[in-house]
């Protein structure tokens, strides 16, 4: 069973200061999704990282992806407030089966929250 | 804006009753997939269906259902409700190739339902 791990689960940092989000999962998987979350609202797709070494940029976002190492990091740089959300690393599975389907496994979540 | 919408957005009933949430899937997407989210379980896929075919099936209990129409307007049905039951459900969609990966999930607003 595919397991998805994030951490830390709970960040609170000052404006202006960088600090990374990991996300480390248990089976072989080649694609993983980034995600965003503000309170009582839908997830907002961030970043789609499609192969092992990539790595994409949005403002002060930035994640890459390890498929080696199972490992996919999600950097802020100088976080402002409007950052402050949860944020959600998922891992795309395909069911092996001949009708194949696939599914996005969730990690835990990390709330951030940024601090004027 | 996702272009997934679902209604409704909040249910309030009790236990024992049945309910049914609708989605429909952006202009052009055939894969629609639930997910549950909850405190204690996080965030849990439940079902994927591709041009009216179940594809993939997750963690659905057997009081769940689900069903994509014709015109790719996708239901999933609750019965016999439980007070765990009570989270927030989410409907997503999806290019979908047929027997391999999709694009990025997009995700509807979502339904709040609550049992009492």
């Known amino acids: 069973e595919l397991k998805v791990e994030q951490n830390p689960l709970f960040l609170s940092m000052q404006e202006g200061k960088n600090y990374t989000i990991y996300c480390n999962y248990s089976t072989t998987s080649d694609r993983l999704y980034w995600y965003r979350q503000d309170p009582g609202k839908s997830l907002e797709s961030l970043f789609v990282l499609l192969s092992n070494g990539a790595v994409k940029q949005e403002g002060r976002l930035m994640a890459s992806l390890d498929t080696k190492a199972r490992l996919s990091t999600l950097h802020i740089t100088a976080a402002v407030h409007d950052l402050s959300a949860t944020y959600f690393c998922?891992?795309?599975?395909?069911?092996?089966?001949?009708?194949?389907?696939?599914?996005?496994?969730f990690g835990g979540g990390t709330r951030l929250m940024v601090k004027p | 804006d996702s272009g997934v919408t679902q209604t409704p957005k909040h249910l309030i009933t009790a236990t024992g009753q049945r309910v049914t949430l609708r989605c429909s899937p952006r202009s052009g997407d055939l894969s629609v997939y639930w997910y549950q989210q909850s405190l204690d379980q996080g965030l849990q896929f439940l079902i994927q269906?591709?041009?009216?075919?179940?594809?993939a099936k997750g963690n659905i209990l057997e009081r769940f259902s689900a069903q994509q129409f014709p015109d790719l307007h996708s239901e999933l049905n609750l019965s016999s409700l439980e007070l765990g039951d009570s989270a927030l459900y989410f409907c997503a969609s999806g290019p979908g190739l047929a027997g391999g990966y999709t694009d990025t999930q997009y995700f509807g607003p979502g339904t709040r339902l609550t049992v009492l």
């Open positions: 998922a891992v795309d599975t395909r069911f092996p089966n001949n009708n194949a389907g696939n599914m996005l496994t």
């Open positions: 269906y591709y041009n009216g075919e179940e594809r």
